[in-house]
């Protein structure tokens, strides 16, 4: 009979303990949420000044010309963001 109820103790206990290891702090949920808005107002920004990007957004990928991503080979797609090279009246006189 002790048996049992030591078993079942060490059951409980074990259960309890495993499943509190899955569930992530509040704070880590924050600090996340927080990384990827800084990660994705940077890539914006740094691939704003090329006309072709990668559809998944691979790192270093980012072209003036057409072509394919060195890093998983898709083809580029045209930037949304891209401005374009702007003229001022200093660069049209010859």
Do not use: R, W
Not at 9 to 14: H, I, N, P
Not at 36 to 63: H, L, N, R, V, W
Not at 75 to 90: E, F, I, R
């Amino acid at each position: 009979m002790i048996f049992k109820k030591i078993a079942f103790a060490v059951t409980l206990a074990g259960s309890v303990y495993l499943s509190a290891c899955n569930k992530p702090a509040p704070e880590e949920k924050a600090t996340t949420a927080e990384a990827a808005e800084t990660s994705t107002a940077a890539d914006t920004a740094s691939t704003a000044q090329f006309a072709y990007i990668c559809p998944m957004k691979c790192e270093g990928s980012a072209s003036h010309d057409p072509g394919k991503c060195p890093v998983c080979s898709m083809d580029l797609v045209k930037n949304p963001d891209y401005a374009g090279a702007t003229a001022t009246p200093d660069s049209l006189a010859l």
